[in-house]
Each structure stands twice: as C-alpha cells, then as structure tokens.
C-alpha cells in the first residue's frame, strides 16, 4: 500500500492527461450512445410512416372496388390479374436496377442489406407478393385469394417505395469512416473498370480492386457479379480500319 503511495506522490501530474483521456472516452460514448437512439427513433418512425402507407393504399383501392360494385364490372377476373402481374413485375424491376448494379449498391448501400429494418420490410413483402403470385392471368381465384394478392402487391410496392427513400436518405452515413474512404475508392476504381477506353488489363485490375473494397462491406448477388464482369469483359471498340 506504502509503495502505490508513494508511486502516487511522484506521478501525481498523470491524473490531468488521464482525465482528459477518459473525458474524451465518454464524450465518444455518449455520441455513439445518441446516434444509436437517433437511428433507432428514426427506425421506428419509417415503421409506423410505412404501416400508415400500406394502410392508407388498401383503403384506396377497397374504395375503389366499392365504387365500382354499383356499376358493371369494366375488368374481367383475367385482366384485373394482369393488372396486378404487371404492377408486381414494375416494383420487382425498381428492385432489379438496383440489385444488378454495383455502382447503385456502392451509391446506396442501405438497398442491399437486410439488417435495415425497411429493407427487410421490403423484403419480407416481396417474399408474400411472390408467393401469393399465380402461375398465370388465366388462373380462377377465389375473391378472398384475389383480394389477398392484391393488399400484397400493394404492401410489396408501399413497402418498396419506403426502403428505397430511406436508403438515398441514409447513403454512406452507417458505415464509419475507413469504411466510408474503401465506399469512395471502390466507386472510383468501378469507372476504370467499366471504362472501354481504358485498357482491357486496367479494368481488370480495377474491378479485382473494387472486389476487395468491397469484401465485407456491400453484399453483392452473383447476378450483379456477372452483369459486373460483362462491362468489364467489353472489348474495346475497333479502331477505324482495322
């Protein structure tokens, strides 16, 4: 006990630049501590804002299927599924441009990671609206299953239109700052790597480059992988008589 005294006595000056240090370890925490209730509040907000929307879309269109039970039926059981098939298929191929593109990816992340909650909102009603998808327009459903089919595809493009807001308001802001610098260099090697005038060994270069950015930082799918090699496979354009 005498000797951390005495330690104490000769040291006593450490305590100053140790306050600093552990005053500056909590400022860090409590902002840490303040953007992650942030997010969370934020979360919860787009929930509810996203529950409020798919509400209000299917009291639309009961609406409009009541207004339209006074008078003759215009679409026939065929075409209002055709409707449907072609609005399913408008939603998946919004989903589509950004799944397949690496720089749509790079430029928002929050699309492509199931860990956000609207995104996983997004993905879950997908999962139902193509379930509840028939083989064909000529298939005859009950009105239950028709009825149900179509709050799925409304909640499928409600819930769509809620992620993909949230992740061009969101961008690079949860990842941290090295993260963001691999985001940066990644979207810049990508213009060398798609770029015809660039050489066919820059490119390559540039896209194993953008691969290792990117390595734990953005889920790519195989299909973006491959659509992705495609530029980067394009041959240069042939010089004039060549």
Do not use: C
């Amino acid at each position: 006990m005498d000797g951390f005294w005495n330690f104490a006595g000769q040291y006593w000056w450490l305590v100053f630049p140790l306050m600093g240090v552990a005053g500056g370890l909590a400022r860090s925490w409590e902002r840490s501590a303040k953007s992650r209730h942030q997010r969370k509040l934020e979360t919860l907000h787009a929930k509810a804002e996203l529950k409020a929307a798919q509400a209000e879309a299917r009291n639309t269109g009961r609406q409009r299927v009541v207004a339209a039970a006074s008078t003759p039926p215009e679409d026939s059981h065929e075409q209002q599924l055709e409707k449907l098939f072609a609005a399913h298929d408008a939603v998946t191929k919004r989903w589509l441009d950004y799944e397949l593109d690496v720089a749509k990816l790079i430029a928002f992340p929050a699309m492509s990671d199931g860990r956000q909650p609207l995104t996983a909102a997004f993905l879950r009603a997908k999962k139902v609206a193509d379930r509840l998808r028939p083989a064909s327009p000529k298939v005859k459903l009950s009105k239950e299953q028709l009825d149900e089919y179509r709050n799925a595809v409304t909640d499928f493009e409600v819930a769509f239109d809620v992620a993909e807001r949230d992740a061009r308001r969101l961008r690079d802001s949860t990842f941290t700052e090295a993260e963001r610098k691999r985001l940066d260099t990644a979207k810049q090697l990508l213009t060398v790597a798609i770029d015809q005038a660039a050489t066919p060994a820059e490119r390559q270069v540039a896209y194993k480059r953008v691969r290792e950015e990117l390595d734990g930082l953005i889920s790519i799918s195989d299909e973006a992988v491959e659509e992705l090699e495609k530029k980067v496979a394009l041959e240069l354009p042939a010089k004039p008589g060549s």
